[in-house]
Each structure stands twice: as structure tokens, then as C-alpha cells.
């Protein structure tokens, strides 16, 4: 779950109702798109006026082959497309409990 503060008292809301999001998810700002995740696709899930879900799929979380990825939020529903001054890298950490065979 990310939550946007406003940065001032009475500015609008990040994910107004009815806003369409798009995000790359990459390893690196600028890198090859692991996954492309939208409000349309269900893997952007806006619950609140500054609050969206993000949810990963199971193939990009297994592409992720360095400690971090990063997205950026823009929003589709206004002309022209507004990037929204949000970027997320998050945290990628290797299974500490090697796999073992039957498991």
C-alpha cells in the first residue's frame, strides 16, 4: 500500500475517484520494463483519495534479479498524461533459507 501526503493543506488529491494510473516497473530508473502495471490491469487498485495498493504478479516479483526495482506513477485519464512526482524503489530481499529439493 503507498499513501501520498499532500504537500500542502487543501491541494488535490493524488488518485481522485475515476483516475487511471500507469506504472513501469524496472530494476533501475531508465531500465527495461520488467511489468507495466495500470489501474485497468487490476495491479493498481486505488483505495482512497491518496492511497493506492500495488500488487506485483508472481513473474516480474521472479525477474527482479538485483536488491531493488523502482516505479513511477503517471496518470492516463487527463490530457496530456501527468506524471505524478512519485517514484518508489523498493526493497528486494534474496530468500535467506536456501530451497531445498521436495520443499
Known amino acids: 500500500m ?3 501526503d499532500p504537500d500542502v493543506a487543501g491541494d488535490p488529491p493524488a488518485f481522485p475517484a475515476g483516475c ?5 516497473l524496472a530494476e533501475f530508473p531508465g531500465g527495461p520494463p520488467l ?5 485497468d490491469n487490476g ?13 506485483l ?7 527482479i534479479t538485483t536488491t531493488s526495482a523502482v516505479f513511477d ?7 496530456p498524461d501527468a506524471w505524478l512526482g512519485v ?5 528486494v530481499e534474496p530468500a ?4 531445498r529439493p521436495g520443499s
Open 2 to 4: 503507498l499513501t501520498v
Open 20 to 24: 487511471s494510473l500507469i506504472a513501469d
Open 35 to 39: 511489468e507495466t502495471m495500470t489501474t
Open 43 to 55: 495491479s493498481i487498485e486505488r483505495l482512497a483519495d491518496n492511497q493506492i495498493a500495488v500488487h
Open 57 to 63: 504478479s508472481a513473474p516480474a516479483t521472479a525477474a
Open 73 to 79: 506513477l503517471v496518470r492516463t485519464d487527463v490530457s
Open 87 to 91: 517514484r518508489v524503489q523498493l526493497a
Open 96 to 99: 535467506v533459507t536456501a530451497f
